[in-house]
């Protein structure tokens, strides 16, 4: 295993001449130098130093990222857990590298930022991964000598740039700062993560810990969709439609057979917490659904505003149900012009968008159009090509030879006069859902959101 040039610059010729060969005998030679024996019993069987001993020697507890972020570093392996036991059900003293105590039981929590805005309009984002103590109080800043301040250099160096880039999409700071938003993340909730310690790791290099932490969390986000479970019971972002606590928890209780914790500001919903108990390493082990270790919730039980992203903080509500009624939906006052996305609102709740192809998506990522002036409206057009109301449908693409000429009445999109298009259903999960300018079940408005 290659060294750090940091390392290298600062050890005798001995050492660095250990360093640099990757066999049992270089690290031997290291070990006899900084007479490193006190390594983990359980974790470590091999008396040979780990590069987190020397560069304890050397650095202290500094926070630094000793890998360059154009190298990926390699990592050691965490605690093999052959016969892992449940977190919060275990009362007798554990391994605590295969079994997360005190904090055993972990939040998956999310964020749901209107204003300002955080993530795509269709997509919740995250908020962190939190150990509880199984009765519902906690610990915090568990571990000073890890508080790392470069947590984006740190997954550099790990080769982590995919995950980066997920995190730069779905992790974000409602007041823009990214990275000092994760490394409080890390600080006060990951360092509590007792298999996340360094001495839980064979061969563990610097801050390896890291990646396992953020990877983690990320792929339990990606598994809570939370937009699409309220969304395929009928519950839609809107500034008029209001519901109840119960009617939240029954759409979220019905994909995952356990309750969730809600957190709302004045009366609007904004966070979902996800309870768990771990099988084994956080790293490693399996994540089982499980039942809040308390009482959290902070919505009433009923009234529950869930506001579209970028609606104001304020709004009128008019009724509470399960259903969206009351289609008027909101003008923006902005015009089709210039690029911008393709919003869809039906019963008056935000609802998706259009896609490059012309149909009605409630999941990933909106596309970009353009409007151009054209005789007495515009023309709009996509990736995919020119869009045309086609045999009553919108289509998007090279075969649309001659776009149509759209209007507009206000921010809502309009053909012939008509504000309304349709679709057969909405759409769920991957489904796309056709957009028809002639009648069928689902009605729904079209509105421009410039960019």
Request: charged share 15%; glycine share 10%; hydrophobic share 30%.
């Amino acid at each position: 295993m290659a060294w750090p040039r940091l390392l290298r610059g600062i050890l005798d010729e001995r050492v660095q001449d250990a360093v640099e060969s990757t066999t049992r005998k270089a690290a031997a030679k290291v070990a006899s130098i900084f007479s490193s024996t006190s390594l983990h019993p359980d974790i470590m069987p091999s008396t040979l130093p780990s590069l987190r001993s020397v560069a304890k020697v050397v650095f202290g507890s500094a926070q630094l990222a000793l890998f360059p972020a154009y190298q990926a570093a390699e990592a050691g392996s965490p605690a093999s857990c052959p016969n892992p036991q449940l977190s919060c059900h275990n009362t007798t003293a554990a391994n605590t590298c295969c079994l997360n105590a005190p904090g055993g039981q972990l939040l998956q929590t999310q964020f749901w930022d209107t204003n300002p805005v955080t993530g795509p309009n269709d997509s919740w984002t995250i908020h962190g991964l939190w150990p509880d103590h199984c009765d519902g109080t906690y610990d915090s800043y568990c571990d000073t000598t890890r508080e790392y301040t470069n947590i984006t250099a740190i997954l550099q160096s790990y080769g982590q740039q995919s995950l980066l880039d997920y995190m730069d999409t779905y992790w974000k700071d409602q007041g823009g700062d990214d990275e000092t938003f994760w490394e409080h993340e890390w600080g006060k909730h990951a360092t509590c993560i007792s298999t996340l310690d360094p001495d839980c790791y064979t061969d563990y290099t610097p801050q390896e810990e890291v990646p396992d932490f953020f990877n983690k969390v990320v792929s339990l986000f990606k598994g809570l969709d939370t937009y699409q479970t309220l969304a395929a019971a009928g519950i839609l972002p809107s500034t008029t439609q209001t519901y109840t606590s119960a009617q939240i928890q029954a759409a979220i209780y019905a994909v995952r057979g356990h309750d969730v914790t809600l957190g709302c500001s004045s009366g609007a919903l904004d966070e979902v917490w996800y309870h768990y108990n771990v099988q084994g390493s956080v790293q490693t082990g399996t994540f089982i659904a499980a039942d809040p270790d308390g009482t959290k919730s902070t919505c009433p039980d009923t009234g529950v505003m869930y506001l579209p992203k970028g609606s104001s903080s304020s709004p009128a509500p008019t009724s509470t149900s399960g259903t969206t009624s009351a289609p008027a939906p909101t003008s923006t006052g902005a015009v089709f012009s210039g690029k911008g996305y393709l919003d869809v609102t039906t019963g008056g709740s935000s609802a998706g968008c259009i896609i490059s192809v012309g149909t009605w998506f409630m999941t990933g990522t909106c596309a970009t159009f353009i409007a151009a002036a054209s005789a007495d409206g515009f023309t709009l057009t996509s990736s995919k090509g020119n869009c045309g109301i086609v045999g009553g449908t919108l289509v998007c693409g090279s075969s649309v030879s001659i776009p149509t000429v759209f209007s507009a009445n206000g921010s809502n999109l309009s053909v012939g006069g008509n504000t309304d298009f349709y679709s057969d259903s909405v759409p769920a999960g991957t489904k796309q859902g056709n957009v028809y300018t002639a009648s069928h079940a689902t009605t729904l408005q079209i509105e421009w959101q410039g960019l």
